[in-house]
Nanobody, 119 residues
Framework: QVQLVESGGGLVQPGGSLRLSCAAS????????MGWYRQAPGKQREFIAN???????YYADSVKGRFTISRDNAKNTVYLQMNSLKPEDTAVYYC?????????????WGQGTQVTVSS
């Protein structure tokens, strides 16, 4: 079982930056591909970025070059550094862990943190 707790959301002006954190409990963090998703009002949840245990990353085109995902396996934490924020980045941001255990793969989600980009 993995529990994920996000933090770092808030209100920021266009062009500003925020860093989201996601702290994971449990002992299998190193076997999880960690990712970030977001959901804007009236829209489906969309993939933003993920990172595997070795540090390889993958980004959605909409955030490539502006957002950076990273992880600290010693702290069981994954981060999302968001720069050059735009109003269209406004959404609830969710941390995801896709973890392997006992031959199975499990998906875990955090509760979400609101990011609002507005002047």
């Amino acid at each position: 079982q993995v529990q994920l707790v996000e933090s770092g959301g808030g209100l920021v002006q266009p062009g500003g930056s925020l860093r989201l954190s996601c702290a994971a409990s449990g002992s299998i963090f190193s076997r999880c591909v960690m990712g970030w998703y977001r959901q804007a009002p009236g829209k489906q949840r969309e993939f933003i970025a993920n990172i595997n245990s070795g540090g390889s990353t993958y980004y959605a085109d909409s955030v490539k070059g502006r957002f950076t995902i990273s992880r600290d396996n010693a702290k069981n934490t994954v981060y999302l550094q968001m720069n050059s924020l735009k109003p269209e980045d406004t959404a609830v941001y969710y941390c995801n862990g896709r973890c392997r255990s006992g031959g199975n793969t499990y998906d875990y989600w955090g509760q979400g943190t609101q990011v609002t980009v507005s002047s």
